[in-house]
């Protein structure tokens, strides 16, 4: 078996699947010739377009690190016959923790007090009030992994009040989570002082936080994205927030990434920005590599997992 490495990856993945294949790392000039004889592919970031399914000659399977897989032209997968998975879970902690970083980091306006404090250290303290959290209501679109995460850490650390949309999931779901179970988006926007959506991009999914909802949402109100960017409509966000709708916005992910510097969303001081960080932590990078490596392992003998398969 040979298997190309087409993104930087922890070691720890890479040196499981050594045990067993022919590896070619990212770092290796015959990476660019891997169409001719990959047999597999572990990747990140790199884009797998239609053409490159149509030039592979022996591929049999595609492994990406993380959850989303909007890089992969999956039916382009499915005519070629190419199984497509995913490593769902590894990093469901280290995005609810940002998830909750970001909200405290708008909340309390930190990034902004910085920025000023660098700039001229003069802060009028009276204009720079920020929100508290404690008994808040946060909601969340998307009760799956992250979203599950999201609202214990919310629950535990500020005693949130929780309500949660998602009309893929059992009625029964989050036994052991206090929250309430809305029917519709619509009960949400009026009613959340905090709303982050924790959803895969799709047709369905984007814009679900879209400019009729922030119309409808408390001044208060922060909107939290660390889950696909177009989940959130950049533009009537943008708006929102110029116009003093909403309170401000934290972002780890946008449509373009990374964002240019001429985005109309970093030049607004009630936004906090990271670079598509959420699986950014030293143990999720490890355990991923290696969650990565065990797949696709797990598929040459012909044990697909079937909470990773997405193709």
Known sequence: MKVYVLDEIYPGGVELAQKRAEVVRWDDPRVKNWHE?????????????????????????????GVGVDN???????????????????????????????????????????????????IDRARFLGLELGGKTVGIIGMGNIGTRVARKFHAAFGAHIIAYDPYVPGNHWPDIPHERLASLDEMWPRADVITPHVPLTAET?????????????PTAIVVNAARGGVVDE?????????????????D?????????????????????????GGGTLETQAKSSIAVAETLLAVFDGNIPAKARVA
């Open 206 to 218: 984007r814009g679900i936080v879209g400019a009729a909802g922030l119309a409808r949402m408390k």
């Open 37 to 65: 004889d990959a047999d597999g592919l572990m990747i990140r970031l790199t884009r797998i377009t239609a053409a490159d399914f149509a030039r592979a000659k022996r591929l049999k399977v595609v492994v990406k690190q």
């Open 253 to 277: 992910v946008f449509v373009s990434e990374p964002p240019s510097n001429r985005d109309p969303l970093l030049g607004l001081p009630n936004v906090v920005v990271t670079p598509h960080a």
């Open 72 to 122: 992969i032209d999956l039916p382009a997968a499915r005519d070629k016959g190419v199984v497509v998975c995913n490593t769902p879970g590894v990093n469901a902690d280290a995005v609810a923790e940002l998830t909750l970083g970001l909200t405290l980091a708008v909340a309390r306006r930190i990034a902004e007090c910085d920025r000023r404090n660098r700039a001229d250290g003069t």
């Open 235 to 251: 533009p009537a966000l943008h708006e929102a927030l110029k116009a003093g709708r909403i309170f401000g916005a934290g972002l």
